[in-house]
């Protein structure tokens, strides 16, 4: 019995290898690459010759590789924010549909295995790519940083980053689980691809447009329209991503909304703890896990729910 | 094995308001090869499926071996090997690796799958190619590695759907007999759908007829043309030389002739398939040569027009 591999293993198995092979994921692991070595380097350089002028008091200086940027290059919690969507649609865009048309879907479901092992061999092995990827980037910008610096990152730096890291994988399987379900959705695999890269886009670029135009429109006073303008855009996965992160990679944010100068009388300008930050993106913490879970959810069903037949 | 080992029991699949499969109830028996024939769109494919627990079925129940194929459809499919009329292989991966990654998803340890995915490429023709990857095949290659991949999980059922779809004349004849031989040897049951007449008469010992989700007939080719065409006349044709009055109205004297024209060099007659004899014994005796006596045999062909022409119109 040792030896035998549980079919399910086999099939996540072979997920992550025809993944890694493929020449989609290798073109966007080195765009991934690119990027943000040149982020990470020129913030580096920066910190190398003129510390003073990412801070004054280099407190979470280890922080700054992810948030910090110079040289008109976006800081690597931007292009992570902008491409990881694209690892996520480019794994999952063509997971069912693929299959289909190359007539190994009814080859494989007809092997002695729950139906739904398909669906969740393509969710899981989907998730240990881009658990991998990000890990593999996240440390490796702090080991870079390591050689550079000089100094090693204090644990409440390193465990800032843990979390940053393990959203950041939330957020990617966010758009890994919209690919597989427009992957089920459409039977054309150029289909599904170019409706999640325009849910993407709308998400990235014109969401934002469209709540300010919104707020622009109905409302006058500005002290009401702030808060009516975050709800409507933690509708976008994006804005959630960027407000969690931001808040978890810079611990002098006290408040995701203003506050007024009764609440700041007697503060302490200090930084707050992990608890505390995190407490503060509960909230986009819980909508993000939420929408990943309901994506998968509805793939999940439709998947159990279509026919096999090819036509 | 006494029993069927396959049972169907007034199978209704609907999609929407279009049955499928309409009441069809079938048995197969251990070791046979059945060929389920229809023309494209009867439900040949949604009966396969509903076989493996892949479709549900609106009423009725499907067993295979005991096993209601919609309750325990993994127990179902842990013996019954199914090659879909649309097969194909993950492309970037070879022939072997293929076959492998089927017979471990049926728990089979890699060494000992490899080994055998070694001698199956061998059986079915593949041994050079196995190590290509299948991207690179042809159509006809690709069903024969369907076939390994269908029998590497050892199965006791074999369903194969539209299985010489695409291959060449030669190619269907060595798959068909690579089947028959197979079957024969393992003991393994065989369901084969076709809409290809020939090839399913060649192989099968017992056919189905299926129109539009109804078994119109089935038994064997023999029996089914003797059911149809059993009690009506056959048409027997004549090569005479020469042909003289004498002659046609000898033949017309005999009582069993019931029609006779003659036709250039050759005389139609119409009668019962016992005559042929009692013609021959005319002609001769009339002095004329007899160089061809034929009378057409009710194949497939001719039971296949005679459902399809009449539609689902009686028998």
Known sequence: MSDIVRPFWVMVEKEIADHVRSWRFIILVALILLTTTGSIYTVLAVIQQHPAQLSAHSHFLYLKLFTKSTNNLPPFITLIGFLGPLVGIALGFDAVNSERDNGTLSRIISQPIPRDYFINSKFIGGLTVIVSLVFALGFLVLGLGIIYIGLPPAFSEFVRVLVFLIFTCVYIAFWLNLGITFSILFRQSSTSALSALAIWLFFTVFYSMLVRFIISAFYYRRIVAQPVSQMLSRVSPNYLFHELTTILLNPSIRSLGGLSFRQMSGAIPSTLPLGQSMLLVWPDITALIAATLICFGISYVLFMRQEIRAN | MDGPIIQINSLVKRYGKNTAVDHLDLEIGKGEIFGLLGPNGAGKTTIILTMLGL???????????????????????????????????????????????????????????????????????????????????????????????????????MVLDEPTIGIDPKGINEFLDLIRNLSKEKDITVLLSSHLLHQ????????????????????????????????????????????????????????????????????????????????????????????RLSYKEYGLDEIYQHYFEGGTSDV
């Open chain 2, 55 to 157: 479709s549900e079925p609106t009423s009725g129940t499907v067993t295979v071996k005991g096993h209601n194929s919609t309750s325990e459809p993994i127990k179902v499919k842990k013996f019954t090997g199914y090659l879909p009329d649309d097969v194909g292989f993950s492309g970037n991966s070879t022939g072997l690796e293929n076959l492998v990654y089927t017979a471990m998803l049926n728990g089979i340890p890699r060494q000992e799958a490899t080994d055998s995915a070694e001698e199956l490429l061998d059986l079915v023709g593949l041994h050079e190619a196995g190590h290509k990857k299948t991207k690179t095949y042809s159509k006809g290659m690709t069903q024969r590695l369907g076939l390994a991949d269908v029998l590497i999980k050892e199965p006791e059922i």
């Open chain 2, 200 to 291: 399913v008469q060649k192989i099968c010992d017992r056919v189905g007829i299926l129109v539009k989700g109804k078994l119109l007939a089935e038994g064997n080719v023999g029996d089914l043309a003797k059911e149809l065409f059993g009690d009506k006349e056959t048409s027997i044709t004549a090569e005479v030389s020469p042909i003289t009055d004498n002659l046609v109205q000898a033949l017309s004297r005999q009582e069993a002739i019931t029609e006779i024209r003659q036709n250039g060099e050759v005389i139609n007659m119409k009668g019962s398939r016992e005559i042929a004899p009692v013609i021959s014994q005319t002609i001769v005796q009339n002095n004329a040569k007899l160089y």
